[in-house]
Nanobody, 123 residues
Framework: QVQLVESGGGSVQAGGSLRLSCTASGDIEYSWVTMAWFRQRPGTEREGVAVMFSDSKVTMYADSVKGRFTISREGTLYLQMNSLRPDDTGMYYC??????????????????WGQGTQVTVSS
């Protein structure tokens, strides 16, 4: 059984920063090809915000977070979030798959998911 566990969420003022972490456990070889962070803002669908293809370290970001969020991996997967805005509020999830996915910002591409960590940004 594979588990992805997120941590690092919390409440911050607009303009602040948070760093989310995602660790994997269970009977796996931790060699994901594609790893991503998604978020679900209140009243909206879950959306991809940042993706890393581990073989090449290629990254991809949603337009709404470019220049503010950085995805990285050192064993653990991270999402550094700077210049946070109230509309960044939501539940953040990490996701992983052992394939090179074709549409990396689409949730249907990912096999494994964490339970999420809440991020709240106040104005």
């Amino acid at each position: 059984q594979v588990q992805l566990v997120e941590s690092g969420g919390g409440s911050v003022q607009a303009g602040g920063s948070l760093r989310l972490s995602c660790t994997a456990s269970g009977d796996i070889e931790y060699s994901w090809v594609t790893m991503a962070w998604f978020r679900q803002r209140p009243g909206t669908e879950r959306e991809g915000v940042a993706v890393m293809f581990s073989d090449s370290k290629v990254t991809m970001y949603a337009d709404s977070v470019k220049g503010r969020f950085t995805i990285s991996r050192e064993g653990t997967l991270y999402l550094q979030m700077n210049s946070l805005r109230p509309d960044d509020t939501g539940m953040y999830y990490c996701a992983a798959d052992s394939r090179w996915v074709a549409s990396p910002l689409q949730r249907y591409e990912y096999t494994y998911w964490g339970q999420g960590t809440q991020v709240t940004v106040s104005s």
